[in-house]
């Protein structure tokens, strides 16, 4: 049984979207406006509602009769300067964006074994040299976050994560990147294969889209 309807539309794309929206559910009788949150609503009790990305919404919240698109269409069109890191164990890579162009980066590999199906003593020591890996798979990880992403700390508008949410909380962790915590968007954590240099440069297409959600 597929889920709901989910849209990932990036800024070029939004408006033509909520274009074709409003005019097939006219008239739009009022626009919901909140921190995290647009929500429109159409004749007959449809309703679309709208994820921007990086919140929390930068216009006034408030709610509006009619199709009042243009503060979301304003939010998620600002180009913003933005780190990203992405962690899988054993891959990782680390970012800056200013909008779609990638400023800076690095990507690295660490080996960590796959785990262990057989039992008794080999099966601990496998598992304890494993952990071993992961470690250092993982402060390497933060130390390149932390070369790439530090020096570009006064510019940065908001970092985003991607990969594995254990792997990251992990990463986050490491004393050399508490200066950027409080930039991290902890809403969405990206989707991404290995972490690879083609991996990074695509991003943008997942940070930057607004996620539309009719209902």
Do not use: C
């Not at 939010?75 to 300067?81: D, L, P, Q």
């Amino acid at each position: 049984m597929s889920g709901p309807e989910r849209y990932e539309i990036p800024p070029e794309r939004l408006g033509r979207w909520l274009e074709r929206w409003a005019d097939e559910h006219a008239p739009v009788e009022r626009t919901e406006i909140r921190p995290g949150l647009v929500t429109f609503t159409g004749a007959e009790g449809a309703v679309l509602e709208a994820d921007p990305p990086f919140p929390p919404f930068a216009g006034a919240t408030g709610v509006r009769d009619g199709f009042y698109p243009q503060p979301l269409l304003d939010h998620a069109a600002r180009e913003r300067v933005v780190g990203v890191i992405l962690v899988r164990l054993g891959g990782h890579a680390a970012g800056v964006f200013a909008g779609r162009r990638l400023v800076a980066s690095k990507v690295g590999r660490r080996n960590v074994h796959g785990r262990h199906s057989a039992g008794g003593s080999s099966q601990k020591r496998f598992e304890r040299r494993r952990e071993g890996q992961a470690r250092v798979a993982l402060d390497d990880a933060a130390g390149v976050a932390a070369r790439v992403l530090l020096e570009h700390r006064r510019d940065l508008d908001a970092i985003v994560l991607g990969g594995d949410r254990r792997a990251l909380a992990t990463v986050l962790e490491d004393i050399r990147l508490r200066p950027l915590k409080q930039l991290v968007v902890a809403e969405r954590v990206l989707d991404v294969p290995d972490p690879r240099l083609a991996v990074l440069r695509r991003t943008p297409d997942a940070f930057l889209a607004t996620i539309l959600r009719p209902r």
